[in-house]
């Protein structure tokens, strides 16, 4: 296990490069992903591009959100429904 840093979970937002360095400066071996600037990375990028740039950042990547709605509470239909918008994300 190691530290990482979600910072919407504190209550902040800010955008991921600005967060990463965030994560840097208070010593966080990781940070949990933004999934949608890592999608604009990788559209611009490669898989092993982005696995440099966590290199060179010094961060681990960690946890991310999923959009599927899972939970027991959830319909199945509304798990089902989540699942397409999770494949077009």
Known sequence: M???????????SAPFDQTCAIARAAGFEGVDLDMGYLRACMAQSSLEATREWFCEQ?????????????????????FTHSLSQVRAD
């Not at 190691?2 to 902040?12: P, R």
């Not at 010094?58 to 509304?78: C, H, I, Q």
């Open 2 to 12: 190691f530290a990482t840093l979600n910072i919407n979970a504190l209550g902040h």
């Open 58 to 78: 010094g961060l681990l990547p960690s946890a991310f959100g999923l959009a599927a709605r899972w939970r027991e509470d959830d319909s199945d239909a509304g």
